[in-house]
C-alpha cells in the first residue's frame, strides 16, 4: 500500500496585477490554519514520511509550518510541481522513490482536486461526497493506493480515507 497526501497550501496573499503569483507569502489567516493542519496530519496514522512541495513561497511556507509540527518530515522543494497539472503531478508521481510509503504533495488548485479525482475510486464511510466540495487553501485529502510501486499509479486505484478542510471548523 502507498499513501497519497494532497495538501492545497494555506491561505496567501492575494494576486495584484504585476506581483508574480510564485512571489506570494501566506497571510496570517493562513498560517493560523497552517497550524491546524498540521497538528491534524500529526494525528492522522500513518504519518507522512517526505512531502514533496511547489516551489511557490506559499507552498514553501506551508510545509514548513507542517515540518514544524512533524519534525522528522523530509521536504523536497520541486519547481516542476508550480503550475503542474493533472498529467504533470501523475507523471512526477510515477517516478517516486518505491521505498517511499506516505507522501504528500503540496501544491495548487484546480490539479490537486483534478489528480484526486482521477485517483479515486472508492471511499471511507462518510466521504463519499468530499470530491465534490471545494478544495479550499489547507485542505488535505488522503488516498490509500492499492498499488505496491509508484509506477503503478493508474486511474481508480485509490480509497478516500481522510479528509480535512480548513474551512469546516
Known sequence: MKYLYIIRHAKAEKYVS??????????????????????????????????????????????????????????????????????????????IEEDTDRIGLVGHEPSLKQLAIYLTGAYSKGLENVLNKHFSTSSVIVLVLNIKRWDQISERIGVVSHYYDSLSL
Open 18 to 95: 504585476g506581483q508574480e503569483d510564485h512571489d506570494r507569502n501566506l497571510i496570517s489567516a493562513g498560517v493560523e490554519r497552517a497550524n491546524k493542519l498540521s497538528m491534524w496530519l500529526k494525528n492522522v496514522e500513518p504519518n507522512l514520511e517526505k512531502i514533496f512541495v511547489s516551489s511557490s513561497k506559499r507552498t514553501v511556507q506551508t510545509s514548513e509550518v507542517i515540518q514544524k509540527y512533524m519534525n522528522d518530515i523530509s521536504i523536497e522543494i520541486k519547481h516542476e510541481l508550480y503550475s503542474a497539472t493533472k498529467e504533470d503531478l501523475i507523471n512526477f508521481l510515477l517516478f
